[in-house]
């Protein structure tokens, strides 16, 4: 998959991993971020490792999504008492990772995981499954605002793709909050297609 920005306007940010730095997607389902977020290990060297923690994952998902399959780890880990210790164990061994948070994990141990990250340069996507995560602990924190379906309208016709908008904020936005677009055509091609405002509101505009 490459995410990519389809506009030259400097207010465009690019989607990548970088080595030791966590993303936080954040977000209610159906927004897509789970395929944004397994996307971004496409091209990540070496082994990819993702915590299950809903159970659903499958290997058509990584490969729906351009990710080789024969390179995944899949763990299944809803329990959050064991979760850190389990997602550390795949911070140090892994090129990278992508992993759902169940409720429960408490703050001083996500923090350790960043440390343990920074430390190890693996790069690391967080998906809570429900609510937020603790300021301060991402470097790029992309929150979904709205979503919208094309293709579908009165209840009828075929599904061309969605596109939503998120809140992006963080050092990787060089600390200027914005909100951007993404369009997903149901493809292995997730792009970013524009940014919309410099300061970031509590909903998409």
Same mark, same amino acid.
């Given at each position: ?13 690019? =989607?990548e =991993?970088? *080595?030791?730095? =966590?993303?936080?997607?954040?977000? %209610? ?8 977020? /397994? ?9 990819? &490792? @993702?915590i299950?923690?809903?159970?659903? /994952? +499958?290997?058509? &998902? ?5 990710? +080789? ?7 299944? @880990? $809803?329990? +959050? ?8 164990? /795949?911070?140090?061994? #892994? ?7 169940? +409720?429960?994990?408490? *703050?001083? #141990?996500?923090?350790?995981?960043? %440390? /343990?990250?920074?430390?190890r340069?693996?790069?690391? !996507?967080?998906?809570? !499954?429900?609510?937020?995560? $603790? ?8 929150? %979904? ?20 908008? #998120? %809140? ?31 300061a #970031? ?5």
């Amino acid at each position: 998959m490459t995410i990519s920005a389809v506009s030259e306007a400097p207010l465009v940010p690019r =989607l990548e =991993l970088e *080595a030791g730095k =966590l993303v936080g997607l954040i977000g %209610a389902p159906g927004f897509g971020l789970t395929r944004l977020g /397994l996307g971004l290990l496409r091209d990540q060297p070496g082994w990819v &490792a @993702c915590i299950d923690v809903r159970g659903w /994952l +499958s290997p058509a &998902a990584f490969w729906e999504m351009g990710v +080789s399959t024969d390179r995944v780890v899949v763990v299944r @880990c $809803p329990d +959050s008492h064991r979760w850190p210790q389990v997602t550390a164990a /795949l911070v140090e061994g #892994m090129g990278a990772v992508y992993a759902e948070v169940p +409720s429960g994990v408490a *703050a001083p #141990m996500l923090r350790r995981l960043g %440390a /343990l990250a920074r430390a190890r340069a693996t790069p690391v !996507v967080l998906r809570p !499954v429900d609510g937020d995560l $603790p300021a301060g602990i991402t470097h790029l924190r992309l929150e %979904a605002q709205e979503v919208a379906w094309e293709g579908a309208e009165r209840g009828r016709g075929r599904l061309r793709g969605r596109r939503f908008t #998120m %809140a992006a904020s963080g050092k990787g936005m060089g600390g200027i909050d914005q909100i951007i677009e993404v369009k997903d055509d149901g493809a292995d091609t997730v792009r970013v297609v524009s940014g919309l405002a410099v300061a #970031m509101p509590r909903r998409a505009v």
